[in-house]
């Protein structure tokens, strides 16, 4: 069982910048763990954000690659995404994701993972 808990998130001017932290409580280490963000807008649909293997596989989604970073510490089980040049459109709801590696490496973007945290809000205004 994995329990995932996102912080980080809040309201922010168009072109600033926030970090997300999604702190893992695994009973091993998160390093067999593929971990991924994931957001959610009103009236649309889950949006695969960035991806991370602990072997260093990265996947980001078109709309966010060269601002959105996807980092990870296996040793402290926490995964996090540095988000600059922050957008309207990056208003959201983000969700930490996880699953074992041999799951999730085919697609990991688009992955129904197992494990989910409760979400935190990001909101970017104009």
């Known amino acids: 069982q994995v329990q995932l808990v996102e912080s980080g998130g809040g309201s922010v001017q168009s072109g600033g910048s926030l970090r997300l932290s999604c702190i893992a409580s695994?009973?091993?280490?998160?390093?067999?763990?593929?971990m991924a963000w994931f957001r959610q807008a009103p009236g649309k649909e889950r949006e695969g954000v960035a991806s991370?293997?602990?072997?260093?596989?990265?996947f980001y989604a078109d709309t966010v690659k060269g601002r959105f970073t996807i980092s990870r510490d296996d040793a402290k089980n926490t995964a996090y995404l540095q988000m600059d040049s922050l957008k309207p459109e990056d208003t959201a709801m983000y969700y930490c994701?996880?699953?074992?590696?041999?799951?999730?490496?085919?697609?990991?973007?688009?992955?129904?993972?197992?494990?989910w945290g409760q979400g935190t809000q990001v909101t970017v205004s104009s």
């Open positions: 994701a996880a699953d074992f590696y041999w799951r999730a490496r085919l697609r990991p973007l688009s992955y129904s993972y197992s494990y």
């Open positions: 695994v009973s091993e280490s998160i390093s067999r763990y593929y």
């Open positions: 991370s293997s602990s072997s260093g596989d990265i």
